[in-house]
């Protein structure tokens, strides 16, 4: 079974997040939500949420994909991390699927991974990053590299994560029940 971390940090962004684990929970992909400590989880609009587990705790397994929802200040929480830094790099160095929408993209930026790449964000998000190949598309995919651009586009990304570990089957399955136009 596919396995996907999920990291929340306070002020993250409620219809990433929630849209993401609620997709691949749906397409039967074992999902993990870490907060970065032992707290429940304040996101940006004001929902609590109490994760799986600590990041720490997390860290201890290993997993097909890591996607990070951006809002803020969850994304600068997430950038600040050491440990997200550290698991984006062994993930991408592994061959890993590493995943990030909205302003989370500069957390990949600030973890080295985005140089050369074709990648997207909020806009303006990642205007001072040098070495990329901005796109405007919902979702952009190079390699096992995904980025999305934020929460009107969270259902796209989410759809496409889906199809990238399991394949397209399951995402035409998961997203004829959602009666999707």
């Known amino acids: 079974?596919?396995?996907?971390?999920?990291?929340?940090?306070?002020?993250?962004?409620?219809?990433?997040?929630?849209?993401?684990?609620?997709?691949?929970?749906?397409?039967?992909i074992e999902v993990t939500t870490a907060?970065?400590?032992?707290?429940?989880?304040?996101?940006?609009?004001?929902?609590?949420?109490?994760?799986?587990t600590n990041l720490d705790e997390a860290l201890k397994h290993d997993y097909d994909m890591v996607v990070l929802p951006g809002?803020?200040?969850?994304?600068?929480?997430?950038?600040?991390?050491?440990?997200?830094h550290a698991l984006l790099r062994d993930m991408a160095n592994s061959g890993h699927y590493t995943a990030a929408?909205?302003?989370a993209p500069k957390v990949l930026a600030h973890a080295g991974?985005?140089?050369?790449?074709?990648?997207?964000?909020?806009?303006?998000?990642?205007?001072?990053?040098?070495?990329?190949?901005?796109?405007?598309?919902?979702?952009?995919?190079?390699g096992n590299l995904i980025t999305s651009r934020g929460p009107g586009t969270a259902m796209d990304f989410a759809l496409t994560l889906i199809e990238r570990l399991v394949g397209k089957t399951k995402r035409d399955e998961v997203e004829s029940a959602l009666q999707r136009p």
């Not at 907060?35 to 799986?52: F, H």
């Open 35 to 52: 907060g970065l400590d032992e707290q429940a989880v304040k996101a940006s609009r004001g929902t609590v949420l109490v994760p799986d």
């Open 1 to 28: 079974m596919a396995s996907v971390l999920v990291p929340l940090a306070q002020g993250f962004e409620e219809l990433e997040a929630i849209t993401v684990v609620d997709l691949l929970r749906r397409a039967g």
């Open 71 to 84: 809002g803020l200040p969850g994304a600068d929480h997430l950038d600040n991390d050491p440990r997200i």
């Open 113 to 142: 991974l985005l140089e050369g790449r074709q990648v997207t964000s909020f806009p303006g998000v990642l205007d001072e990053v040098s070495g990329i190949d901005y796109r405007s598309e919902a979702v952009v995919e190079d």
């Open 101 to 103: 929408i909205c302003a």
